[in-house]
């Protein structure tokens, strides 16, 4: 049975880098498309994985004299402009103990593991995870209470 599971080759180092991204992309897609993994879940993995991207590119670049565009270093703008925040929402406390470590570690793994596997040089990786912060951000500024954070992070179809 576990034969008739599609396999999706992963590419090896010398591979494209668009191969690569390409890669990431279906194992991200595939797996929050198989959990429904809430918006409030993924906004965290990302945001983990942009912040640890950007120290480590900026560290190089300082050490090499270089500077890094904005694209790279800075959250894009959220769709629409800024929303006004609403606190009537539960206790920060309450959500973060309503969070699924298990399956958050999981998306922390998937995607250590297509960058590792890959090589994939960390500008590319922090472009493409730059793109899905930027869903899922548009998405948390459009959310009105506790109960759409955890809602499933809406993944267009084109995507």
Do not use: C
Request: glycine share 4%; no cysteine.
């Amino acid at each position: 049975m576990a034969d008739d599971l599609p396999r999706i080759p992963i590419p090896g180092p010398d591979a494209e880098n668009t191969e690569k991204m390409v890669f990431m992309q279906e194992q991200i897609v595939n797996f929050l498309k198989q959990y429904s993994m809430p918006l409030i879940e993924v906004s965290l993995v990302f945001s983990k994985y942009t912040r640890q991207l950007t120290e480590a590119l900026e560290a190089e670049a300082d050490v090499q004299g270089e500077s890094l565009p904005d694209i790279l270093m800075k959250p894009w703008p959220l769709l629409g402009g800024q929303q006004d925040s609403d606190s009537n929402g539960p206790p920060l406390d309450t959500v973060l103990q309503n969070l699924d470590d298990d399956r958050m570690d999981i998306l922390d793994t998937i995607l250590r593991s297509a960058m590792n596997a890959t090589e994939m040089p960390l500008v590319d990786a922090l472009m493409q995870l730059r793109q899905w912060e930027h869903l899922a951000r548009n998405q948390l500024a459009t959310a009105k209470g506790a109960g759409q954070l955890f809602s499933p992070l809406e993944i267009p179809d084109d995507w």
